[in-house]
């Protein structure tokens, strides 16, 4: 039994088959360690360059609405959520100059059993292959969790609804739509429904695809926990768990959307409800996660409320609950400054915030923002500035992407220049906003001797790696990628590579037990199952 809201219009009928979740009421993360990766400013911001990198066609794929990812090898690894050979969306790389190659089409399979509709961001595991959700396919049409390698061989490791109970649904979850390793190399994530209150669930699954359903929402009265997790749960430097809701909370079942934080033992807590000040000016129905800034609090976005209740809003929340307003969209008439934001913001390298509206701007197809962690908004770039949106339309719930090379990408759902879908079949693009190349470390955290890669640009010569001034043995794999491992005497602080060409800095590395347990470990009074 599924039980989501059809009040939640996104444009998006016709995408989905008949009798399966509809992708109208899904939220299209990362994990956290420590991430570095209201006034509107009229003017755009100068210094800054927009390229359109590849248009899609329904052949290769339609509509993304996924959060790109750097893979080690220096590409830019994403998912679209329908077209492609079978329909069912495809698994595709892009280089950072534009030419995409298609990896994986999902629903080659009879009956999509390898899955359809492939959801959130994919997660590079330090073995190198990626992972990821389809919202819908499987063994039982209610989505499954798969791993792909970088050359798009597809293992499905867990079919949804794979226990299913009368008069109650899918109790391991259905709609899976979130998903992120955590520092114990096991994969945590959500599910929009099922479980055995079928409002959605928090799972842990191994890496060989052995699940267990955490928790289930709406197990408290009047689904003040929460109802319908969103897209983007994060771990944060204190071990918890951190990710929102879009329904429920304050004002029952039809409440506007929830923070919510799990500890390692489960315990679940509601850090916040929305539209819990006058006329929703707190923001309602978060569509994504949060990220945590280098300051350690939490950022996000709510795709309503706000400004006269109607354009969403940026928000910051501390660990421990204080929930404060940073902008409010729409503010202006006919929402210059953008309106309703589907993703969250990301932070870069210069320390501000990063997003994108599904619509408002200067020509109504959404808008491109930077946004200072004190609340000043600058537009960097108002999409449907070409004849056609041929530049894209819509930026919807992919979260922006800082690579390595200093540049930000993302995607827009409308627009392009084909005409095999009503109003485009979405683009893939590239900002530029000055900011300098650096280098990320993949996991953020790890004990002394745990494996490291550093993923960067034009890494070959490189000749010191150190961890806060600790020296590192390492091994350049190619200008793109350097292996290393945490060394002894290693202390929390920035990784420092110098190359040919200068110094590159990542952000805050977390050597030794930083982040302890087993993440998510049921405790007293948690829904807990375990499915084969």
């Given amino acids: 039994m599924i039980r989501t809201r059809g009040t939640r219009t996104l444009a998006l009928a016709g995408l989905v088959p008949a009798g399966k979740l509809s992708h109208a009421a899904t939220l299209a993360t990362a994990l956290a360690g420590v991430l570095l990766s209201a006034m509107l400013a009229t003017p755009l911001a100068r210094a800054q360059t927009f390229n359109t990198l590849h248009s899609f066609s329904s052949t290769d794929g339609a509509q993304p609405i996924n959060t790109l990812v750097q893979a080690t090898d220096g590409n ?24 995409l190659t298609t990896l994986y089409n999902f629903c080659s399979e009879s009956g999509c059993t390898d899955g359809s509709q492939p959801q959130t961001r994919l997660v590079q595991a330090v073995n190198g292959d990626f992972y990821g959700v389809a919202y819908s396919g499987g063994a039982h049409g209610a989505g499954t969790i798969f791993k792909i390698t970088p050359s798009g061989t597809l293992t499905t490791l867990y079919s949804f609804c794979s226990r299913y109970i009368i008069n109650v649904g899918c109790t391991d979850g259905q709609g899976p739509n979130a998903l992120l390793q955590a520092t114990n190399g096991k994969f945590y994530g959500g599910t929009y429904a099922g479980g055995a209150n079928g409002y959605g669930t928090v799972f842990e699954v191994t890496p060989s695809g052995r699940l267990t359903t955490l928790y289930g929402f709406c197990s408290q009265a009047n689904c003040s926990d929460g109802a319908n997790p969103t897209t983007g749960m994060i771990q944060a430097t204190n071990g918890n768990i951190y990710g929102t809701t879009y329904w429920g909370g304050r004002g029952g079942f039809s409440g506007n959307g929830t923070i919510f934080e799990i500890t390692p033992s ?21 569509n994504a996660g949060v990220v945590q800034a280098t300051s350690g609090d939490l950022y996000g976005t709510t795709y309503g409320g706000g400004a006269n209740n109607v354009g969403g809003t940026v928000f910051t929340i501390a660990p421990g609950g204080t929930l404060s307003t940073l902008y409010r969209f729409c503010s202006k008439t006919d929402c210059p400054d953008g309106s309703n934001p589907y993703a969250t913001v990301i932070q870069a390298t210069d320390g501000n915030f990063y997003g994108a509206t599904g619509s408002g701007g200067a020509h109504g197809g959404g808008a491109a923002f930077k946004i200072t962690p004190s609340g000043k908004l600058t537009a960097l770039r108002s999409f449907c500035a070409q004849s056609g949106c041929t530049d894209g339309e819509t930026p919807w719930f992919g979260e922006l992407l800082q690579d390595t090379n200093g540049e930000i990408y993302g995607t827009t759902y409308y627009g392009g220049t084909s005409g095999a879908c009503s109003g485009g079949c979405g683009r893939i693009f590239s900002l530029s906003v000055g900011l300098g190349p650096f280098v990320e470390t993949q996991p953020a955290s790890g004990k002394v001797g745990a494996a490291v890669n550093i993923l960067g640009t034009n890494l070959t010569g490189t000749t010191s790696v150190t961890f806060n001034g600790t020296v590192a043995v390492f091994d350049v794999v190619s200008s793109s990628l350097i292996t290393t491992t945490v060394p002894t005497g290693a202390t929390t602080g920035r990784v420092e590579v110098t190359t040919p060409s200068g110094t590159l800095t990542s952000s805050v590395f977390l050597p030794g037990e930083a982040i302890k347990g087993a993440l998510l470990t049921p405790g007293p009074g948690s829904a807990h199952r375990e499915c084969p």
Wanted: with cysteine; proline share 4%; aromatic share 8%.
């Fill in 266 to 286: 489960g315990t679940h807590t509601t850090l916040y409800s929305f539209c819990s000040q006058s006329n929703c000016s707190d923001g309602a129905h978060p």
């Fill in 76 to 99: 830019i690894y994403g998912a679209v959520v329908v077209g492609g050979a079978n329909g069912g969306g495809t698994i595709f790389k892009i280089t950072p100059t534009g030419a």
